[in-house]
């Protein structure tokens, strides 16, 4: 894919010369060796999809550095490609532009789909002082809405990237209506004057079906996403050791977490690790390839989500996709990705979350059939209808027409 892959979708924009990318966090986390996350994936589709004739902007030891022109599309391959040889090209691009630098171009339109570095005073200094259109990606409002799940100090952060979006943005683009309105609301109480505004849907990457099945046998569930306390892995863990200890082992499903450990997790980490009850019926795997998702999500008897908080939630919709049922937290923003599709759940109801998994572990559970049914109507937003939409947002931007 990579620099190929850039060029041949690109081509059918027509390029966007005044396109500068900030790539800090993918450069950055690309060097640390992890991998992509949600935010990540979606900066990701936009090098994807805009970054033939863009520029790519790298924040260093305080220096704006661009690079430009065929330099950029090897640093946009390498971030599209795999890690190693990927590596050695971001740093030796960047270290060559950061020894050079030449010249931001005034006026070019910033692109930040990744809230790097908007909690910095000096990154609203700097786009003033460089004369640039920035378009932000706001991805969700959690460290306000719900700081209790974040680490501290971050609600103070993220308000923080949201006065530089909405004292800096030429235009802001938000996954969600639910995105939007927390967005909205923030601004009224604080009497800010937004900038045009768009909502645009993420897109889902379609996963490949496997060509074999998982070595699991028995009926299993999977939990996808980084492992953090929003997302209530720990009252799944606590509801499986419940059904083991008060059920016989062989009629308890088994259960697959699949996603990176992240922050403030220890009560987690301690019962997938200490714990002997759940030996044998609950598998991590946190370093896992788009080939092993999809056998793994494929042959599930569903996706549980039963997060008390979510922006978007792309698990859902790439399970939906794949044809697997979900049963998740009932979040507005879950409907709005999902409709009337999974079957939603109080994310605090421990009994009916145990019902319900028990029910569509059974080979004829009728709920689950019934999801089935439901699935076959199933359309998921995908890129190409998200980019229409950023498109139009970013011609009538252009043109400064009302956006």
Known sequence: MAEAEIMRRGASEGGRRDLLFDVTRLAGRLLEGKRPTGIDRVSLAYLRHFGTGAMALVRHRGRWVQIREQAAMRLFGALLGEPGAAARVVRTLVAQHFLAPRRIRPGSMLFNTGHSGLDEVSYGAMVQRFGLRPVYFLHDLIPITHPEYCRPGETARHEMRLAT???????????????ARDLARYAEGRNLRMPPLVVAPLGTEPLKLPAAAPQETAPYFVMLGTIEPRKNHLAMLHLWRRMLETTRAETVPSLVIIGQRGWECEQVIDLLERCVVLRGKVRELNGCDDDTLATWLAGARALLFPSFVEGFGMPLAE????????????????REVA????????????????????????????????????????????????????GDFLDRLGTGQPA
């Open 319 to 334: 399970a939906l996709a794949l044809g697997v049922p979900a049963i998740a937290s009932d979040l507005p923003v879950f």
């Open 165 to 179: 979006m909405i004292e800096t943005g030429a235009g802001l683009a938000v996954n969600s209506e639910v995105t």
């Open 339 to 390: 409709g009337d599709i999974p079957d939603y759940l109080d994310p605090l109801d421990g009994p009916a979350w145990q019902r319900l998994i028990l029910d569509y572990a059974m080979p004829d559970s009728a709920a689950r059939g019934a999801q089935m049914t439901r699935l076959r109507h199933y359309a998921a937003p995908d890129w190409a209808g998200h980019f229409r939409i950023v």
